[in-house]
């Protein structure tokens, strides 16, 4: 089944506590990015990758990093989390790039930074 | 500013009456317009999409309407059903900032039978 998993899909953690969601799809996709969703703003996105070893900044980069080894993978990483990070995540991932290719999102993952 | 807005937080319709959502945006540069469909603890799946080209798409229960010139889109369901009820968003994209998506904050659309 083609898909795109995350985990954790819950996540409550501290302030300054490094933590990692991990980001996995099984189609080949060269495109994957991360979306915050918060209320009443809509999916903003965070960081995204055109392929292996390529990632840029999307809208809100600020306080996260992501690496992308592998095509399948695009983990994202909050080195040092903050209340502010509070948020519902979603990653997605694409044949290509261009807005005209379908993004399949995965479950998503709420994270709480207290 | 939001680029994109759904002014919408919530509409309830009538299970087989026509639904509307709409969506204003403000970049005159965006040349494609999506609507994306999420159901809770699930993520956003396609629904569909139109071209600035066009002014109309249709899928099945599902159309959209582009007006350009008012800078508006609106997502029609006819007959709606009670599987429809689901936050939808709208997003857009212009060629010249690489196709990035801008989305608008979703319209939950609530199906009453």
């Known amino acids: 089944e083609a898909q795109v998993t995350q985990n954790p899909r819950y996540l409550i953690t501290v302030t300054g506590k490094k933590l990692t969601v991990t980001c996995s799809q099984n189609?080949?996709?060269?495109?994957m990015s991360w979306y915050r969703q918060d209320p009443g703003l809509g999916l903003r996105q965070i960081y995204y990758?055109?392929?292996?070893?390529?990632?840029d900044k999307g809208d809100v980069p600020e306080g996260y990093k992501v690496s992308r080894k592998e095509k399948r993978n695009f983990p994202l990483i909050l080195e040092s989390p903050s209340p502010n990070q509070t948020s519902l995540y979603f990653c997605?991932?694409?044949?290509?790039?261009?807005?005209?290719?379908?993004?399949?999102f995965g479950p998503g993952t709420r994270l709480t930074v207290l | 500013d939001q680029q994109v807005k759904q002014n919408s937080p919530s509409l309830s319709v009538q299970e087989g009456r026509i639904s509307i959502l709409n969506c204003d945006y403000t970049?005159?540069?965006?040349?494609?317009f999506l609507w994306y469909k999420k159901y809770p603890a699930e993520g956003p799946t396609f629904l569909i999409s139109?071209?600035?080209i066009k002014d109309k798409n249709e899928d099945g229960r599902f159309t959209v309407f582009l007006n350009k010139s008012a800078k508006h889109l609106s997502l029609h369901i006819v007959p709606s059903q009670p599987g429809d009820s689901a936050v939808y968003f709208c997003?857009?994209?212009?060629?010249?900032?690489?196709?990035?998506?801008?989305w608008g904050a979703g319209t939950k659309l609530i199906i009453k039978p």
């Open positions: 997605a991932s694409s044949f290509a790039w261009a807005s005209t290719d379908t993004q399949y």
């Open positions: 189609m080949n996709h060269e495109y």
């Open positions: 990758s055109m392929n292996v070893e390529v990632t």
């Open positions: 970049n005159s540069m965006f040349d494609y």
């Open positions: 139109i071209s600035s």
């Open positions: 997003a857009a994209s212009a060629r010249d900032s690489n196709y990035q998506l801008i």
